[in-house]
């Protein structure tokens, strides 16, 4: 339940939402029963009215009548008011999440794992509106109605109450949670087989071709078919508890319906009870019934949402680090970048070790090494979204913790990889860069990346689809530079921004980056040599240390220089 | 096509899935049937006991053989109920465990080319979810479709013979049910879809927000964000909300009619014991008993109904999988048919004469005219950005995909005339993103020679430099090296490839970016080790770095679909 509980708060701000559905609910179970255990009184007493009395029919048939619309009317008003509640709740929840998220940095979300995670994350939130709608909203009204009901029984007798409740609790309590506890092994086996089913189906899907080359398909396949045999069995042992479980409360509904016939026949014989009054009671236990019969569902979602909640956690709980110093400087030097014997690592292994450098404001520097060798995590460093173990970094003049976030981001414009586009149109996008940008600048940088034209003609207007779904790999990278361009920073920081560019294409943007703004500092990260002698300078990386660093024209002039060998092989 | 009619598709092809799983859900249905059967006599005995106590008989003992049937009856209904649950899983389970197997094999057929192409994700996403998806349609609510037909019959059945007023009641209660909620449902359907798509599209926004958070970050975003995700999603409830008032008129319509039905026949009931209503029996005026049995089963007699509407949601859900699902196993088959001439052996020339390759779906061709021929013992590097169709290369030299134009030629025999297994025999292949399978590391080298001796094993090992890192494996030979190669540097997989590759050796072998994602010196290792392989064999080398092309005999480049000679020191 401390899981859950934060889940629970939010709850407060719609409350008001919250307790009308939820008293709908109750108002139409409680009319339901009414209806069944008036009517069940009624045709009993009618029958032993007969035709010669002057039986009162007025009020019973009224309250029948009655009953009946405050069923429907309870039923509508109470889908509209639950929705009505969950969907607040939803968009509740939504934003606290991403409250909770948002000062956390990437890295610590980096830690949570790849973008499935994320996903499942996503659906996490979604799953926590299961907890006001088929948990708490259902197990609240299941509680009143059996205490209402048993309440109604024990005017007649208390005995038939006590038989009525042993009931309910055993149907709504102790089945569930005894279905739940059966069903823990099988569950976690379920989720292990599945995974293991993914993972050789990834293997099957992604190597078939080293399979068909060097065989194997059979015994790939054969391994995805048992993966799925045991996946299906855990299934099948599943659903044998799930029927288990119905099969008892029906039972178990059954066999209250006869104690309380047993009971209740020797207690008219005994002259404590009426006869009347046993049939109505009978309707009235049966027609019950139906306040606990959703319960082992709920108790199904409670593990789920519990499961959900506990994935959560680990991003609703974290504390954000205070990073960011509240006041600091402006940058002496804009532009300027300083690397002095910097260590750093992502907790496994060293992916800097020991790097310095120097860059000048308006340098057009190339960073080059394979993947691996560190090139990215200078990016990482330089936008703080992790700090050095050791060494110090400078930006603008200044050491890089001093500043203010915003500080900080104003200085440097960054194009990543991989590259990330929201949905919503090209214009939507560009905007993230630069909201002040004219559309004319914005289309005018299209046109030089050759971007315009694979739009449709609709220009801006395109939609580029979820996370740039429309756009071909090499669009959204260059969409992604427009972005990086718009922003308006002493320092442009690109990562692979011609990788998969046919040559035409990666001349244009490499003419672009290095002329789009007078003075910016450009750090161009990429495996190639081809474009060297554009740059002013080159950091050569390999293992986490720079390999060879200087001016291009006097590296490409001594022919004993890496960046020759490397040219050269 | 009209999205009625596209439904109407979806679910033809659902109910064609069934198969021989018809049993299971026709033992589903019987035991729902049989189940309800059972309810009517719980409901006789309980009215038997009840009308026999208000008439004065209060002696226990006198309903020993009702109270014994009543138990009968609960019992009944309880094992039919787990009968019917668990036959509708067995159902589900069986038709999606074919389903599945089906689509393994058609991906089998639509081959590795077709793999490629799509996302690993997406494609093991529609074999696992989307598959997983159709559970609920199988298990519940097609085996329910019949019930809410059926077991309204059932209890018609036995209240029509003692009373036709209240049979009239619920014969005319029950068709409007269906008849005002599709009429309700017609609208509310559309109205659901669109909202189930604004849900997505809401979903789909939350992830792009949470997924792009460090974007946002770098552009100073990501606080303003809070207020817009809070903004969207109350437009998203005040449009959502509108809707479902129309939506939920479905479910009040039935909750009217049960409600209604069972007030109308208490009140007839009543009035008719107080002489007020004089019709509805065949014969004899209603007796008590009649009147308990009747009130029993009246909420039972729309149940089924409801019951259909909560397995809703699980329909559609099957009909959008359905979709994604069909799509896959309609898709044409684009492989390169096995012939049966047996290669004679090497060395091999390999010719392109004017080679076209168009992929299906797509209208401008990949490769148009491409012309080379690879002697034997010639070594070869194509380079060429990403997309220029370099990958398409390889898929029609191993056959993933059959000309669309022109003769590609293995020694002068045309390739969709060789017999496809000897063709892979003689090719030994090392790709960007090499594949280990869960296993031992000697397993995993064993599948490019079954009959490879120990020798020969750490040979190939010694050839690959994987001897330099095997001493530090704790098994050796013999490690497991798990699912997907769990453990391994880039550059040790690719190590463990290239011993596959020595161990084959194939007269043919394949270079597909062999050096890729590898750091320096891992780099060198391989490419030292790449030359050795090279050796007397006739070799293609596709890469766009200078260092990967092995002192190729000729270098050439795609452009624009073709291959031309590369020509050195233009700007990548």
Same mark, same amino acid.
């Given at each position: 339940?401390?899981?859950?509980?934060?889940?629970?708060?939010?709850?407060?701000?719609?409350?008001?939402?919250?307790?009308?559905?939820?008293?709908?609910?109750?108002?139409?179970?409680?009319?339901?029963?009414?209806?069944?255990?008036?009517?069940?009184?009624?045709?009993?007493?009618?029958?032993?009215?007969?035709?010669?009395?002057?039986?009162?029919?007025?009020?019973?048939?009224?309250?029948?009548?009655?009953?009946?619309?405050?069923?429907?009317?309870?039923?509508?008003?109470?889908?509209?008011?639950?929705?009505?509640?969950?969907?607040?709740?939803?968009?509740?929840?939504?934003?606290?999440?991403?409250?909770?998220?948002?000062?956390?940095?990437?890295a610590?979300?980096?830690?949570?794992?790849?973008?499935?995670?994320l996903?499942?994350?996503?659906?996490?939130?979604?799953?926590?509106?299961?907890?006001?709608?088929?948990?708490?909203?259902?197990?609240?009204?299941?509680?009143?109605?059996?205490?209402?009901?048993?309440?109604?029984?024990?005017?007649?007798?208390?005995?038939?109450?006590?038989?009525?409740?042993?009931?309910?609790?055993?149907?709504?309590?102790?089945?569930?949670?005894?279905g739940?506890?059966?069903?823990?092994?099988?569950?976690?086996?379920?989720?292990?087989?599945?995974?293991?089913?993914?993972?050789?189906?990834?293997?099957?899907?992604?190597?078939?071709?080293?399979?068909r080359?060097?065989?194997?398909?059979?015994?790939?396949?054969?391994?995805?078919?048992?993966?799925?045999?045991?996946?299906?069995?855990?299934?099948?042992?599943?659903g044998?508890?799930?029927?288990?479980?119905?099969?008892?409360?029906l039972?178990?509904?059954?066999?209250?319906?006869?104690?309380?016939?047993?009971?209740?026949?020797?207690?008219?014989?005994?002259?404590?009870?009426?006869?009347?009054?046993?049939?109505?009671?009978?309707?009235?236990?049966?027609?019950?019934?139906?306040?606990?019969?959703?319960?082992?569902?709920?108790?199904?979602?409670?593990?789920?949402?519990?499961?959900?909640?506990?994935?959560?956690?680990?991003?609703?709980?974290?504390?954000?680090e205070?990073?960011f110093?509240?006041?600091?400087?402006?940058?002496s030097?804009?532009?300027?970048?300083?690397?002095?014997?910097?260590?750093f690592?992502?907790?496994?292994?060293?992916?800097?070790?020991?790097?310095?450098?120097?860059?000048?404001?308006?340098?057009?520097?190339?960073?080059?090494?394979?993947?691996?060798?560190?090139?990215?995590?200078?990016i990482?460093?330089?936008v703080?979204?992790?700090?050095?173990?050791?060494?110090?970094?400078?930006?603008?003049?200044?050491?890089?913790?001093?500043?203010?976030?915003?500080?900080?981001?104003?200085?440097?414009?960054?194009?990543?990889?991989?590259?990330?586009?929201?949905?919503?149109?090209?214009?939507?996008?560009?905007?993230?860069?630069?909201?002040?940008?004219p559309?004319?600048?914005?289309?005018?940088?299209?046109?030089?990346?050759?971007l315009?034209q694979?739009?449709?003609?609709?220009?801006?207007?395109?939609?580029?689809g979820?996370?740039?779904?429309?756009?071909?790999?090499?669009q959204r990278?260059?969409?992604?530079?427009?972005?990086?361009?718009?922003?308006?920073?002493?320092?442009?920081?690109?990562?692979?921004?011609?990788?998969?560019?046919?040559?035409?294409?990666?001349?244009?943007?490499?003419?672009?980056?290095l002329?789009?703004?007078?003075?910016?500092?450009?750090?161009?990260?990429?495996?190639?040599?081809?474009?060297?002698?554009?740059?002013?300078?080159?950091?050569?990386?390999?293992?986490?240390?720079?390999?060879?660093?200087?001016?291009?024209?006097?590296?490409?002039?001594d022919?004993?220089?890496r960046?020759n060998?490397?040219?050269?092989? | 096509?009209?999205?009625?009619?596209?439904?109407r598709?979806?679910a033809?092809?659902?109910?064609?899935?069934?198969?021989?799983?018809?049993?299971?859900?026709?033992l589903?249905?019987?035991?729902?049937?049989?189940?309800?059967?059972?309810?009517?006599?719980?409901?006789?005995?309980?009215?038997?006991?009840?009308a026999?106590?208000?008439?004065?008989?209060?002696?226990?003992?006198?309903?020993?053989?009702?109270?014994?049937?009543l138990?009968?009856?609960?019992?009944?209904?309880?094992v039919?109920?787990?009968?019917?649950?668990?036959?509708?899983?067995?159902?589900?389970?069986?038709?999606?465990?074919?389903?599945?197997?089906?689509?393994?094999?058609?991906?089998?057929?639509?081959?590795?080319?077709?793999?490629?192409?799509?996302l690993?994700?997406?494609?093991?996403a529609?074999?696992?979810?989307?598959?997983?998806?159709?559970?609920?349609?199988?298990?519940?609510?097609?085996?329910?479709v019949?019930?809410?037909?059926?077991?309204?019959?059932?209890?018609?059945?036995?209240?029509?013979?003692?009373?036709?007023?209240?049979a009239?009641?619920?014969?005319?209660?029950?068709?409007?049910?269906?008849?005002?909620?599709?009429?309700?449902?017609?609208?509310?359907?559309?109205?659901?879809?669109?909202?189930?798509?604004?849900?997505?599209?809401?979903?789909?926004?939350?992830?792009?927000?949470?997924?792009?958070?460090?974007?946002?970050?770098l552009?100073?975003?990501?606080?303003g964000?809070?207020?817009?995700l809070?903004?969207?999603?109350?437009?998203?409830?005040?449009?959502?909300?509108?809707?479902?008032?129309?939506?939920?008129?479905?479910?009040?319509?039935?909750?009217?009619?049960?409600?209604?039905?069972?007030?109308l026949?208490?009140v007839?009931?009543?009035?008719?014991?107080?002489?007020?209503?004089?019709?509805g029996?065949?014969?004899?005026?209603?007796?008590?008993?009649?009147?308990?049995?009747?009130?029993?089963?009246?909420?039972?007699?729309?149940?089924?109904?409801?019951?259909?509407?909560?397995?809703?949601?699980?329909?559609?859900?099957?009909?959008?999988a359905?979709?994604?699902?069909k799509?896959?196993?309609d898709?044409?088959?684009q492989?390169?048919?096995?012939g049966?001439?047996?290669?004679?052996?090497?060395?091999?020339?390999?010719?392109?004469r004017?080679?076209?390759?168009?992929?299906?779906?797509?209208?401008?061709?990949?490769?148009?005219?491409?012309?080379?021929?690879?002697?034997?013992?010639?070594?070869?590097?194509?380079?060429?950005?990403?997309?220029?169709?370099?990958?398409?290369?390889?898929?029609?030299?191993?056959?993933?995909?059959?000309?669309?134009?022109?003769?590609?030629?293995?020694?002068?025999?045309s390739?969709?005339?060789l017999?496809?297994?000897?063709?892979?025999?003689?090719?030994?292949?090392v790709?960007?993103?090499?594949?280990?399978?869960?296993?031992?590391?000697?397993?995993?080298?064993?599948?490019?020679?079954?009959?490879?001796?120990?020798?020969?094993? =750490?040979q190939?090992?010694?050839?690959?430099? !994987?001897? /330099?890192? +095997?001493? @530090? &494996?704790?098994? *050796?030979?013999?490690?497991? $090296?798990?699912?997907?190669?769990?453990?391994?540097?880039?550059?040790?997989?690719?190590?463990?490839?290239?011993?596959?590759a020595?161990?084959?050796?194939?007269?043919?072998?394949?270079?597909d970016?062999?050096?890729?994602? =590898?750091?320096?010196?891992?780099?060198a290792? !391989?490419? /030292?080790? +790449?030359? @050795? &392989?090279?050796? *007397?064999?006739?070799?293609? $080398?596709?890469t766009?770095?200078e260092?990967?092309?092995?002192?190729?005999?000729?270098?050439?480049?795609?452009?624009?679909?073709c291959?031309?000679?590369?020509?050195?020191?233009?700007?990548?």
């Amino acid at each position: 339940m401390k899981l859950l509980w934060p889940y629970i708060r939010q709850m407060r701000a719609h409350i008001g939402w919250v307790v009308l559905g939820s008293a709908l609910g109750l108002l139409t179970l409680v009319a339901s029963i009414g209806l069944l255990t008036l009517s069940g009184w009624f045709i009993t007493a009618t029958s032993l009215a007969g035709v010669a009395a002057g039986f009162n029919y007025f009020t019973p048939g009224a309250g029948v009548r009655g009953f009946a619309i405050l069923r429907t009317a309870g039923r509508y008003g109470e889908r509209l008011a639950s929705h009505e509640a969950t969907f607040r709740l939803i968009a509740r929840l939504r934003t606290w999440f991403y409250r909770c998220m948002e000062p956390l940095r990437p890295a610590r979300l980096n830690a949570i794992g790849s973008a499935e995670l994320l996903s499942r994350l996503i659906a996490d939130i979604g799953a926590m509106d299961n907890l006001y709608l088929r948990i708490l909203s259902p197990s609240l009204i299941a509680i009143v109605v059996v205490a209402f009901v048993c309440g109604f029984v024990s005017i007649y007798s208390g005995a038939l109450a006590l038989i009525a409740l042993a009931g309910f609790v055993l149907a709504g309590l102790l089945v569930p949670v005894v279905g739940y506890a059966l069903g823990a092994v099988p569950g976690a086996q379920q989720s292990r087989y599945q995974s293991q089913l993914r993972l050789r189906l990834i293997t099957l899907i992604q190597g078939m071709a080293d399979l068909r080359i060097y065989g194997g398909m059979a015994r790939a396949q054969a391994s995805v078919e048992e993966s799925q045999q045991s996946y299906l069995g855990t299934q099948v042992r599943m659903g044998r508890i799930t029927a288990l479980v119905n099969a008892l409360i029906l039972l178990i509904a059954g066999g209250t319906l006869i104690a309380v016939l047993v009971v209740g026949v020797s207690l008219v014989h005994e002259g404590a009870l009426e006869a009347i009054e046993l049939a109505m009671l009978l309707f009235c236990v049966l027609a019950a019934f139906e306040a606990v019969s959703p319960l082992p569902l709920a108790y199904q979602y409670l593990g789920k949402t519990r499961e959900s909640a506990a994935r959560l956690a680990v991003v609703a709980q974290s504390k954000p680090e205070n990073l960011f110093p509240a006041s600091g400087p402006a940058p002496s030097s804009p532009g300027a970048i300083q690397f002095a014997d910097v260590v750093f690592g992502y907790g496994h292994g060293v992916a800097l070790d020991g790097v310095s450098f120097n860059v000048e404001a308006g340098e057009k520097v190339m960073i080059m090494g394979h993947s691996g060798s560190g090139k990215s995590s200078l990016i990482n460093l330089l936008v703080r979204f992790w700090d050095p173990d050791s060494g110090v970094i400078q930006l603008g003049g200044e050491a890089i913790e001093r500043y203010t976030e915003e500080t900080l981001r104003r200085q440097v414009s960054v194009m990543g990889q991989p590259v990330q586009l929201f949905a919503g149109t090209v214009r939507d996008n560009l905007k993230v860069g630069n909201d002040q940008a004219p559309d004319q600048q914005m289309m005018d940088l299209l046109e030089r990346l050759g971007l315009a034209q694979a739009l449709d003609g609709k220009g801006l207007d395109y939609q580029v689809g979820e996370a740039g779904s429309r756009l071909s790999g090499g669009q959204r990278k260059r969409l992604a530079l427009a972005r990086a361009l718009l922003r308006e920073a002493p320092i442009l920081l690109l990562d692979e921004p011609t990788e998969g560019l046919d040559r035409d294409s990666a001349e244009a943007v490499l003419d672009l980056v290095l002329n789009y703004r007078d003075g910016q500092t450009v750090l161009f990260i990429t495996h190639h040599t081809s474009a060297l002698n554009r740059f002013d300078k080159v950091i050569l990386m390999d293992q986490g240390r720079v390999l060879e660093q200087g001016s291009v024209p006097v590296l490409l002039a001594d022919v004993e220089s890496r960046i020759n060998q490397l040219k050269s092989l | 096509m009209s999205s009625r009619t596209e439904s109407r598709n979806r679910a033809r092809w659902l109910k064609s899935r069934v198969g021989v799983e018809r049993r299971w859900l026709m033992l589903a249905i019987m035991s729902g049937l049989a189940g309800g059967v059972a309810m009517v006599l719980q409901a006789d005995q309980l009215a038997t006991i009840l009308a026999g106590v208000v008439s004065g008989e209060a002696e226990l003992g006198a309903y020993a053989s009702a109270l014994g049937l009543l138990l009968l009856a609960v019992v009944l209904r309880a094992v039919l109920a787990f009968v019917r649950e668990v036959s509708g899983q067995r159902a589900s389970i069986g038709i999606r465990q074919r389903l599945r197997a089906e689509l393994l094999a058609k991906l089998d057929r639509l081959g590795p080319g077709y793999c490629q192409r799509h996302l690993t994700g997406e494609l093991s996403a529609l074999l696992l979810e989307q598959v997983e998806a159709l559970d609920g349609y199988f298990a519940r609510y097609l085996p329910q479709v019949s019930l809410s037909l059926g077991l309204p019959l059932v209890i018609l059945l036995f209240i029509l013979p003692l009373n036709w007023a209240v049979a009239l009641i619920f014969i005319v209660t029950a068709p409007l049910v269906p008849l005002f909620m599709a009429l309700v449902g017609m609208k509310a359907a559309a109205a659901n879809r669109r909202n189930f798509q604004a849900l997505a599209n809401l979903s789909a926004y939350f992830l792009d927000l949470v997924q792009g958070l460090a974007t946002l970050k770098l552009f100073q975003r990501s606080q303003g964000e809070a207020q817009v995700l809070s903004e969207v999603s109350d437009a998203f409830r005040v449009r959502t909300m509108e809707v479902l008032r129309l939506a939920f008129l479905s479910s009040a319509v039935l909750e009217f009619f049960a409600s209604v039905s069972i007030a109308l026949t208490a009140v007839y009931l009543g009035f008719s014991f107080l002489g007020e209503l004089n019709f509805g029996t065949w014969s004899d005026p209603v007796t008590l008993y009649q009147a308990l049995f009747i009130l029993v089963l009246a909420p039972e007699f729309y149940l089924p109904l409801r019951e259909l509407g909560t397995h809703y949601h699980a329909k559609q859900e099957a009909m959008a999988a359905s979709e994604r699902l069909k799509t896959l196993l309609d898709e044409v088959e684009q492989q390169e048919e096995t012939g049966n001439v047996a290669l004679g052996g090497a060395p091999v020339t390999i010719t392109f004469r004017d080679v076209e390759l168009i992929y299906p779906g797509r209208e401008q061709p990949v490769l148009k005219g491409v012309n080379l021929t690879l002697a034997a013992g010639e070594r070869i590097a194509v380079r060429g950005p990403s997309g220029a169709g370099k990958s398409s290369l390889m898929n029609l030299l191993l056959g993933f995909y059959p000309v669309s134009g022109g003769v590609l030629s293995v020694n002068g025999e045309s390739l969709d005339r060789l017999d496809r297994d000897g063709w892979l025999h003689s090719i030994a292949w090392v790709s960007q993103q090499t594949t280990l399978f869960a296993g031992t590391l000697r397993d995993n080298l064993r599948l490019a020679r079954a009959s490879a001796t120990e020798e020969e094993l =750490l040979q190939a090992c010694t050839d690959a430099h !994987v001897t /330099e890192f +095997l001493e @530090r &494996l704790p098994g *050796g030979l013999d490690s497991e $090296i798990g699912e997907a190669g769990l453990g391994l540097s880039g550059g040790q997989i690719q190590r463990i490839a290239l011993a596959r590759a020595f161990l084959k050796d194939a007269p043919v072998l394949l270079l597909d970016e062999p050096t890729a994602n =590898l750091d320096v010196q891992s780099e060198a290792l !391989v490419l /030292e080790a +790449l030359n @050795r &392989l090279c050796q *007397g064999r006739t070799v293609l $080398i596709l890469t766009h770095r200078e260092a990967a092309q092995l002192n190729a005999d000729r270098v050439l480049e795609l452009v624009d679909g073709c291959l031309v000679p590369y020509r050195k020191g233009g700007v990548q």
